[in-house]
C-alpha cells in the first residue's frame, strides 16, 4: 500500500512551494517524497525518498514538548496555553492581547517557551544534547544529529523569532537570554532525520509494550491531543477532518501522525500549502488513513 501511495503521489503535479525564508531550505528538491510507518509489533515499512535526512523543523516541537512536560509537569501549562490559535506559526498578533502567553505549544511563540523551560539551569549545548538523547533513544538510533548549516542560516534570519521572543521576554514569560533561547531553539529545528528514522522517533507516543516508554501513558494523550488540535497550525482542524489521526507537520515539509497502539507514520515531501504543511505529506496521509480505516474517532 505504501508503495502504491508513493507511486500516486509522484503523479501530482501540485507539489506545494519550499519554504524560502529559511535560506537553506529554499535548494532543495521539491520532487522528493518519502513515507515510513512503524508499528507496534516492531515492523518499519517504507516508500520513496525514506532514507533521505531532512530537516524536522517544528516537529522537533513534539520531542521538547515532551521533554518540558517531564521536567515542569503541569506547572508548565502557566506559561503557555492548550487552545488551537487560528493563525499562522509564525504569526505575533495574540501575543499582545494575551499578555505574553502563547495560545499553544505547537506555535512557533509556544515552543520557544517550551525550549526556554528545558534550558532552565542548563548550558544551551547540554540542553541539546539532552534532546539528541532523547531522540536518538525513542528512535533507537545514535547517528541523528543536528544540521549545523541549517542551524546558522535560520539563525541568520530569525528575526521574527526573535521579535516573537523579545515580545514574551517584556511579559516575563522568558527565563533565559532571548539570543540563548532562540539559539537552542534554532538548532532543535534543524535536527535532521530521514521518514525512516522519524517514524522510529515518534513510536513513544504509540503507546503498547515493545514501545520506548519515554513518557507516561496520561501525558502521551495530551500530547497527542495538543498534535490533534494544534498540530497543523490554521489547518489543525482540516487535518483532523481529513485524516483522524495527530499529526505535527514542520515547513521542511515532513508530519508525523500516530495511530494509538498502532503506529507512528512519517512523510516527508518539501512542497508546502498555503497553511505552512506539505502538500503532498498531507495529501498522503489522507490516503493512507482512509485505506488502512485508521482514525481515533472508531
Ligand atoms: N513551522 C515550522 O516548522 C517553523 C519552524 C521554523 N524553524 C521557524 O521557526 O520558523
Given at each position: 500500500?505504501?508503495?502504491?501511495?508513493?507511486?500516486e503521489?509522484?503523479?501530482r503535479?501540485d507539489?506545494?512551494?519550499?519554504?524560502?525564508?529559511?535560506?537553506?531550505?529554499?535548494?532543495?528538491?521539491?520532487?522528493?517524497?518519502?513515507?515510513?510507518?512503524?508499528?507496534?509489533?516492531g515492523?518499519?515499512?517504507?516508500?520513496?525518498?525514506?532514507?533521505?535526512?531532512?530537516?524536522?523543523?517544528?516537529?522537533?516541537k513534539v520531542?521538547t514538548?515532551?521533554?518540558?512536560?517531564?521536567?515542569?509537569?503541569?506547572?508548565?501549562?502557566?506559561?503557555?496555553?492548550?487552545?488551537?490559535?487560528?493563525?499562522?506559526?509564525?504569526?505575533?498578533?495574540?501575543?499582545?492581547?494575551?499578555?505574553?502567553i502563547?495560545?499553544?505549544?505547537?506555535?512557533?511563540?509556544?515552543?520557544?517557551?517550551?525550549?526556554?523551560?528545558?534550558?532552565?539551569?542548563r548550558?544551551?549545548?547540554?540542553t541539546?544534547?539532552?534532546l539528541l538523547?532523547?531522540v536518538r533513544?525513542?528512535?533507537?538510533d545514535?547517528?541523528?544529529?543536528?544540521?549545523?548549516?541549517?542551524?546558522r542560516?535560520?539563525?541568520?534570519?530569525?528575526?521574527?523569532?526573535?521579535?516573537?521572543?523579545?515580545?514574551?521576554?517584556?511579559?516575563?514569560?522568558?527565563?533565559?537570554p532571548?539570543?540563548?533561547?532562540?539559539?537552542t531553539?534554532?538548532?532543535?529545528?534543524a535536527?535532521?532525520?530521514?521518514c525512516?528514522?522519524?517514524?522510529?522517533?515518534g513510536?513513544?507516543?504509540?503507546?503498547?509494550?515493545?514501545?520506548?516508554?519515554?513518557?507516561?501513558?496520561?501525558?502521551?494523550?495530551?500530547?497527542?491531543?495538543l498534535m490533534?488540535?494544534?498540530?497543523?497550525?490554521?489547518?489543525?482542524?482540516?487535518?483532523a477532518?481529513?485524516?483522524?489521526?495527530?499529526?505535527?507537520?514542520?515547513?521542511?515539509?515532513?508530519?508525523?501522525?500516530?495511530a494509538?497502539?498502532?503506529?507512528?507514520?512519517?512523510?516527508?515531501?518539501?512542497?508546502?500549502?498555503a497553511?505552512?504543511?506539505?502538500?503532498?505529506?498531507?495529501?498522503?496521509?489522507?490516503v493512507?488513513?482512509?485505506?488502512?480505516?485508521?482514525?481515533?474517532?472508531?
Amino acid at each position: 500500500m505504501l508503495d502504491e501511495i508513493g507511486h500516486e503521489m509522484a503523479r501530482r503535479d501540485d507539489r506545494g512551494a519550499v519554504a524560502t525564508y529559511i535560506p537553506e531550505l529554499a535548494d532543495i528538491d521539491p520532487d522528493q517524497f518519502g513515507m515510513a510507518v512503524a508499528t507496534v509489533d516492531g515492523r518499519v515499512m517504507v516508500t520513496g525518498d525514506a532514507d533521505v535526512p531532512f530537516s524536522i523543523q517544528s516537529v522537533s516541537k513534539v520531542f521538547t514538548l515532551a521533554l518540558a512536560l517531564g521536567r515542569h509537569g503541569d506547572g508548565l501549562w502557566h506559561r503557555v496555553g492548550r487552545e488551537p490559535s487560528g493563525h499562522a506559526f509564525n504569526s505575533i498578533l495574540q501575543l499582545e492581547t494575551e499578555h505574553g502567553i502563547p495560545r499553544n505549544p505547537f506555535i512557533n511563540a509556544g515552543a520557544l517557551v517550551v525550549t526556554d523551560a528545558i534550558l532552565e539551569g542548563r548550558a544551551p549545548k547540554e540542553t541539546l544534547a539532552e534532546l539528541l538523547q532523547f531522540v536518538r533513544a525513542a528512535a533507537d538510533d545514535d547517528a541523528i544529529h543536528i544540521d549545523a548549516d541549517v542551524a546558522r542560516s535560520e539563525q541568520e534570519t530569525g528575526h521574527r523569532n526573535m521579535a516573537l521572543a523579545q515580545f514574551m521576554a517584556a511579559h516575563g514569560n522568558l527565563r533565559n537570554p532571548v539570543e540563548m533561547t532562540c539559539g537552542t531553539y534554532f538548532h532543535q529545528c534543524a535536527i535532521a532525520m530521514s521518514c525512516r528514522q522519524l517514524a522510529m522517533a515518534g513510536r513513544f507516543l504509540v503507546g503498547g509494550r515493545d514501545m520506548p516508554g519515554l513518557v507516561a501513558r496520561r501525558r502521551m494523550r495530551r500530547i497527542l491531543a495538543l498534535m490533534m488540535t494544534c498540530g497543523h497550525y490554521d489547518a489543525s482542524g482540516d487535518f483532523a477532518f481529513r485524516v483522524g489521526l495527530p499529526g505535527k507537520s514542520g515547513v521542511g515539509g515532513a508530519i508525523l501522525v500516530i495511530a494509538p497502539g498502532r503506529a507512528s507514520i512519517a512523510v516527508w515531501s518539501p512542497g508546502l500549502n498555503a497553511n505552512g504543511n506539505s502538500h503532498l505529506g498531507t495529501q498522503a496521509t489522507e490516503v493512507f488513513a482512509t485505506r488502512t480505516n485508521w482514525s481515533v474517532f472508531d
